[in-house]
């Protein structure tokens, strides 16, 4: 068994690239299937409306009885205060198994953290470079498994890998991909110091070729066991407790207001006020 854990699917509508544009699986499934990959993770491109597209996602699993597995994408300044109602709806509903977040649509906030726990989810959330937050994940949430995907960055920034690299080894609920990692020699050290119970294989298809990125895989030269970790189980472990509903004592807690910016960051009380723009 081989599981893809990191692909997006549907359309997106914002048109300004191949991201939020179209991710269909055509070319995918074939490759997918020509390179023994059985089962695979889907998520969303980016949307305007999350609920839609994961419901898009959820009639394309419904299809493929067994061939895939749903993470449920949200937004976390577009969708507060409705966080927990997306997920259930997709949990309850779909079936889905965690939950996807982009640091390009907004930063992570507690929200979405309390929501994952609540449900027993793990988060697969896109630092794009900034691992410092994963400190701050991992020690507030030690009950929520955190997926870094791409060690940390997409856009092959060799800081972020080191950095995601030590979080591994740190924080036994930090865990990571191996989509789109080109530098991988990264790779080789983060199996070597962290262990292959923390890395998951993942091809970020359906822009990225599965059989390639599978490749990377094979030749990390690991024990049988060690690589079915790596391509399988270690999803499977993860993604083994998600809870339906969520209990009962669930409270959504929610930022304030008046600390969130319009771009959805959190501004530090303790630096200095933006200069006045001319």
Known sequence: MIIDAHCHAGKGDGLTGPWDTDASLHRYLRRARNAGITQ??????????????????????????????????????????????????????????????????????????DV????????LYDVMGETSAVELLATEYPDVTFIIPHLGSFADDWRAHVSVIDQLVRYPNVLTDTAGVRRFDYLVEAVRRAGAGKVLFGSDGPWLHPG???????????????????????????????????????????????????????????????????
Not at 60 to 86: K, Q, W
Not at 116 to 123: D, E, N, T, V
């Open 116 to 123: 994952a726990r609540a449900f027993g989810l793990p988060i």
């Open 40 to 113: 695979t993770v889907l998520f969303p491109a980016f949307h305007s409306n999350y609920r839609e597209a994961n419901r898009a996602v959820a009639q394309v699993i419904a299809r493929a009885t067994g061939s895939f597995l749903g993470f449920a994408m949200v937004h976390a300044v577009r969708d507060e205060g409705r966080i927990e109602t997306i997920v259930a709806e997709a949990v309850g509903d779909y079936g889905f198994r965690g939950i996807k977040v982009h640091r390009h649509d907004a930063r992570i906030t507690r929200e979405i953290c």
């Open 212 to 278: 390639v990125e599978l490749a990377k895989i094979r030749v990390l030269g690991l024990s049988p066991s060690d690589a079915a970790l790596v391509l399988g189980g270690n999803l499977l472990r993860i993604t083994a407790n998600v809870r339906r509903r969520e209990p009962v004592t669930f409270r959504r807690l929610r930022l304030s207001s008046a600390a969130r910016q319009r771009d959805g960051t959190i501004r530090d009380p303790w630096s200095p006020p933006d200069e006045a723009q001319p």
